[in-house]
């Protein structure tokens, strides 16, 4: 098997984006940004950054289960 034949067996299956995963992002990103001790800007950059794509996902999945409920899938 070729390495390009790995990748097109792969199964992607849809994700699933919950409130506690963004409530759990949000609280790191906080909880490093307002730390006493010294939290590399990098990290509180990288924690903000991976809070708001998940947000951006969940709204996509919303966007997507609203459009299926209603036939234009």
């Not at 792969?10 to 992002?25: G, T």
């Not at 809070?51 to 899938?73: C, K, N, P, T, V």
Request: cysteine-free; glycine content about 2%.
């Amino acid at each position: 098997m070729d390495a390009g034949d790995e990748h097109s067996m792969a199964v992607n299956p849809p994700l699933f984006i919950s409130d506690d995963e963004i409530h759990a992002a949000k609280y790191d990103w906080l909880a490093a940004r307002d730390a006493d001790a010294d939290v590399p800007p990098e990290r509180v950059a990288l924690l903000f950054e991976y809070y708001r794509a998940l947000i951006s996902l969940q709204a996509r999945q919303l966007a997507d289960e609203f459009r299926a409920r209603r036939g234009r899938a």
